[in-house]
C-alpha cells in the first residue's frame, strides 16, 4: 500500500473566477506518467498575463463566450493554472527516449497549465528541454512563455538587421525579452516603459528607452520598421501614425483586429500581427537555451514568492507594473 505522501502533492487549486484570493494551497492526487510522458519536480514556476486572466477572467469582450466555454463556464476547467516551469525529471514513461531520469529541464505548459504543483506530467514531444546550465530553476522557469513569445512575433514580423524597432511595454516579460532578442537581430532598438524602468531598459540593450508617462513622449519617437506592443496600452490609431509605409505592427495581446487595423493592411504595404500561440514544439526552448548559455539573454526577475504565497504574488502581478517576471518557488 502506498504511503499518502507518494500518491499526493502540494497544488495551488483556482476555485472560482476571481481575486487572488481564490487560489488555495491543497493536496492533490499526484500525476503518474503516460507511456510517452515525463514526470516533472517542479522546482519553479511563474505568475504570468494567462494566469491572471484565467484566474480573474480579465477576457476583451468580443471574445468572452467562446472564452468562457473553452476555460470554463463557472469556474477555471484546468483548476492548476502556471503556464512556465522548470524543474528535474523524476521518473519517464516506457515509450520516452528523449529524456532521463535526473535531467533538469524548463517547459511551457499553456496548452493544459499545471504548473503551479510539485508535480507536473508532460509528452517528451511538447515544449520542454533541457535547462540552460548556467542559470538556477528560477530563473530558467521565467523563459518559456514570455521570451517564446517574443522570438515567436518578432520572427514573424520578419525581424532583420538594421531595421529600426520600436517596443512599447518594453520592461515587462515579454518587452525584456523582445529588447534583447531585437539586438541579437541586429535591430535599433527604442524603448518604452515607465520612468522607473528606464534604466533597466537601458541595461538590457536598448539604444533610447522613453517614459510613456511623459506627456510629450511621442515627440521623441521616429518612423519605425517595427512596432512591437508587448502591453495593448497604445492605440492604433497613434502608434500608426510612427509604423513605416511597409512598416509591421505586432500587437501580443490583442486577439482581433480593429476595422482601421483591416483598413491598414487592405489599403497599404503595413503587416499587422496579433496574438497567437507559439509553437508546441522544443525547437525554440533549445534556440533560447544556446543563447541564455552564451550570455545573450538573460531572464529578468522582479520579484520571487514560495508556493505558499501565491495570493500575494498575484496580488503584486494585479497591480500591473512588475518589472521582467515575478517568480514562484515551489520546491
Known sequence: MKNPSESSMRAIVCTQYGPPEVLQLREVEKPI????????????TTVTVADFRVRSFTIPAVAWLPARIVLGLTKPRKSILGVELSG??????????????????????????????????????????????NITHAEAAAIPIGARTALHFLRKGNIR?????????????????????????GAEVTGVCSSANLALVKSLGADKAIDYADKDFTKKLETYDMIFLAVDKW???????????????????????????????????????MAENPSESADDLIFLKGLVET??????IDRTYTLDQIVEAHRYVDKGHKKGNVVITVN
Open 295 to 300: 550570455g545573450a539573454l538573460k531572464p529578468v
Open 33 to 44: 506518467p503516460k507511456h510517452n510522458e515525463v514526470l516533472i519536480k517542479v522546482r519553479a
Open 235 to 273: 492605440a492604433f490609431s497613434d502608434c500608426n501614425k510612427f509604423l513605416a509605409e511597409d512598416g509591421v505592427y505586432v500587437n501580443i495581446t490583442s486577439p482581433v483586429k480593429s476595422l482601421q487595423m483591416l483598413w491598414a493592411s487592405l489599403t497599404t504595404k503595413k503587416k499587422i500581427i
Open 88 to 133: 528535474e525529471i523524476e521518473s519517464i514513461g516506457k515509450d520516452v527516449k528523449l529524456f532521463k531520469k535526473g535531467d533538469q529541464v524548463f517547459a511551457a505548459t499553456l496548452k493544459d497549465f499545471g504548473a503551479y504543483a510539485e508535480y507536473k506530467c508532460l509528452p517528451e514531444d511538447g515544449p520542454i528541454a533541457i535547462k540552460p546550465a
Open 161 to 185: 538587421s538594421g531595421q529600426k524597432v520600436l517596443i512599447y511595454g518594453a520592461s515587462g516579460s515579454v518587452g525584456t525579452y523582445a529588447v534583447q532578442l531585437a539586438k541579437y537581430y
